[in-house]
């Protein structure tokens, strides 16, 4: 699996000011099937660790401030 090297922004894009991972929020990483994302030891916000999304949207759904967003390709929508 590539891993991202600094947090990654395509496709998955957290909005920092609107994540509360730094406040014990985990749900995004908690309910992505493929574990791609993390909370960030330096921010404490969440962030893609590794570039590898299926686009399955349970991240952007599930997030109760609605800081995360998930950019899906032209050709898969």
């Given at each position: 699996?590539?891993?991202a090297h600094?947090?990654?922004?395509?496709?998955?894009?957290?909005?920092?000011?609107?994540?509360?991972?730094?406040?014990?929020?985990?749900?995004?990483?908690?309910?992505?099937?493929?574990?791609?994302?993390?909370?960030?030891?330096?921010?404490?916000?969440?962030?893609m660790?590794?570039?590898?999304?299926?686009?399955?949207?349970p991240c952007?759904?599930?997030?109760?401030?609605?800081?995360?967003?998930?950019?899906?390709?032209?050709?898969?929508?």
């Open positions: 699996m590539p891993l600094q947090p990654s922004t395509v496709p998955v894009t957290v909005d920092a000011e609107k994540c509360i991972a730094d406040k014990g929020c985990t749900v995004c990483v908690d309910v992505c099937p493929l574990d791609v994302l993390r909370i960030s030891d330096l921010t404490g916000k969440a962030h660790k590794y570039d590898e999304c299926w686009y399955c949207m952007e759904t599930d997030c109760p401030t609605g800081a995360v967003t998930v950019q899906i390709p032209y050709l898969l929508r």
